[in-house]
């Protein structure tokens, strides 16, 4: 097949969406298809993928694209780019990886037409929960992690206990866990807290950790990224995920699950399919909830094993293969 993406957002540009795409391109051109990728993004250097990238090109010649293209995929609805099957009828085939709502959490009329669109689309969704938001039928394919970045290290020994991932801003719940942390504290429990990444929030973060004195408990790192976030992850029993919002997916809970730790995260959205048997969820922004199931972890590390014995068989859906070939089922069905 000859498949277009149309993604506005594409490397150099970093984000989980961004990855998502990367690793489905190269796995379609893997097994035996042509790609073109188009994308708003400007390089900051030439471009050595193993199929085109168009950048910010002419009207006339996105629909020489369109005109070239067998299937015309969306990873996410973009309107700016609809346009061009007004003039070359071709499969729109759309995945749905966030909520189409404003920030306020109330439709806009983008998100009206959004899901308009939806109807006149073969429709995949990362997770039942979005699958749900959307108000056309679509198939659930949960999403890949890049499994030769993050496997288990068992050369690194697992002397860590609790690991956060994520930006330090407050929808990510940092805040939730550190008040958590503090409230097994008063029970005799000290785990250390390694946090990675960073955010608007990380100074009141910081002055949270000395307003609570966990300073000898918590130690923020940075950004960690490839290799050495995923030694770092190899490093820690419990990845915490204490989301405030209703997260999409979560592709930093396989991360996590691949390099072999439990996942305790937040249960609203589509996180909870990320996690599935390796790990437990909690009510988002219930603090009391959190702090009991950590406690019930550390006291019983016994239990952790039971959820990394999951792990294998629940990575296998979420490896790049068999991702990307379950993309091309949806392809296929769209085309004929």
Not at 168 to 196: M, Y
Not at 241 to 246: A, E, F, V
Request: with cysteine; hydrophobic share 45%.
């Amino acid at each position: 097949m000859r498949i277009l993406i149309y993604s506005p957002l594409f490397y150099p540009s970093v984000g989980g969406l961004e990855t998502v795409v990367l690793i489905l391109a190269n796995e379609f051109v893997q097994q035996g298809h042509s790609v073109k990728l188009v994308s708003q993004t400007p390089a900051i250097d030439q471009d050595t993928f193993p199929f085109e990238v168009i950048r910010k090109p002419s009207p006339k010649h996105l629909l020489q694209i369109v005109h070239w293209s067998e299937i015309y995929f969306q990873p996410n609805v973009s309107l700016k780019g609809i346009w061009p099957l007004l003039f070359h009828a071709r499969p729109l085939v759309i995945s749905h990886n966030n909520w189409y709502l404003r920030k306020n959490g109330h439709f806009g009329w983008q998100d009206y037409l959004k899901q308009l669109i939806t109807k006149f689309a073969t429709n995949i969704s990362v997770s039942h929960a979005i699958a749900n938001h959307i108000c056309s039928k679509s198939s659930v394919i949960p999403n890949p992690y890049e499994e030769d970045i993050f496997y288990e290290r068992f050369d690194i020994l697992r002397c860590q206990e609790l690991v956060f991932l994520g930006r330090l801003v407050s929808d990510k719940g940092v805040d939730l866990l550190l008040n958590a942390l503090a409230e097994i504290k008063a029970l005799g429990l000290t785990p250390t807290l390694t946090i990675i990444g960073q955010g608007s929030q990380e100074l009141k973060l910081r002055n949270q950790v000395k307003k609570l004195c966990l300073n000898e408990q918590v130690n923020f790192v940075g950004v960690k990224v490839g290799q050495e976030l995923a030694q770092l992850l190899s490093a820690h029993q419990i990845l915490v995920i204490p989301s405030r919002w209703q997260e999409p997916f979560g592709v930093v809970a396989l991360e996590g699950i691949a390099c072999g730790c439990v996942i305790v995260g937040s249960e609203g959205g589509g996180l909870s399919d990320a996690i599935g048997p390796c790990g437990v969820t909690f009510s988002n922004g219930d603090v009391k909830s959190l702090a009991k199931i950590l406690a019930d972890l550390l006291n019983h590390p016994n239990k952790l094993f039971k959820y990394r014995a999951s792990a294998k068989q629940h990575l296998v859906q979420h490896q790049k293969i068999e991702v990307a070939k379950a993309y091309l089922k949806v392809f296929e069905r769209a085309f004929h």
